[in-house]
């Protein structure tokens, strides 16, 4: 049976680059829809519902990338990859901090930046998956924090957390590995995939966005611990994992 297209919904308003993104991403199989203004981007997201989005930042009108990504987070959880001609740091930090999943700078290599599609949609996609092999549930054993993996739910006390697929993923890893120090190479290529392994940067985002979601106070994290120059640890002392049939 022929998979399902995947739809990528491109916000780019310099002609060259859609028509490089859009051939190539043809090629590769993928639906593409090419825009050139934050308005249709978000009003598209609402209707076509893409399963990923690259997104320029400087974009004409009263919308730019910055607004759309926060704007698209509001409506949907599909990956987002940013692709600017900007590569100031604190630029990209701001954007993954709104919800993007990924950065990639202009000038690219368009093999490099398929690959990053293909990791985003690889990480979408688990939020589907099921293994039996695997317990329904993680939780911690003063029952914080939940989290259902047949459902794809965490709750921290009694509220559901929205996460975005990367954050659901970072955050199941750090669980399923709870008291093993994970370095930042390792989450990067286990999150993020095979093709990353540097971009320590994106890792302090998302730790910092996750504490805010699921740690009682942000700022003396318990759950989500910084192992300093090396990476990060799950709290071995608060978590433990179990089987199937119990429910949230």
């Known amino acids: 049976m022929k998979t399902k297209e995947k739809r990528i919904l491109v916000v780019e308003d310099d ?48 919308i730019d990338g910055m607004e759309v990504c926060i704007r698209v987070r509001e409506l949907s959880q599909a990956p987002i990859i940013v692709v600017s001609a900007r590569s100031e740091e604190p630029l990209k930090v701001q954007a993954l901090d709104l919800g993007a999943d990924d950065y990639q700078t202009k000038p690219f290599h368009t093999e490099e930046l398929l690959a990053r599609v293909r990791s985003c949609l690889r990480r979408a996609a688990t939020q589907d998956a099921e293994n039996p092999s695997k317990p329904d549930i993680i939780r911690t054993t003063d029952g914080y924090l939940r989290m259902n993996l047949m459902r794809h739910q965490l709750f921290a006390g009694e509220e559901k957390i929205n996460l975005t697929p990367t954050e659901y993923e970072l955050l199941h890893q750090l669980m399923v590995n709870a008291g093993k120090v994970m370095t930042h190479r390792v989450l990067l290529r286990e999150v993020w995939g095979p093709e990353y392994g540097d971009e320590a940067d994106y890792l302090r985002v998302y730790v910092r966005q996750l504490r805010r979601k699921v740690e009682p106070e942000a700022s003396q994290p318990r759950y989500i611990l910084t192992e300093p120059g090396v990476g990060y640890v799950f709290n071995e002392q608060v978590v433990f994992q179990q089987e199937s049939g119990v429910t949230l």
């Open 15 to 62: 002609p060259s680059i859609q028509r490089i993104l859009k051939r190539s991403l043809l090629v590769n199989g993928y639906e593409v829809t090419v825009v050139d203004s934050g308005r249709q981007a978000v009003e598209l997201v609402r209707t076509l519902q893409p399963d990923l989005i690259l997104l320029d930042l400087c974009l004409p009108g009263d």
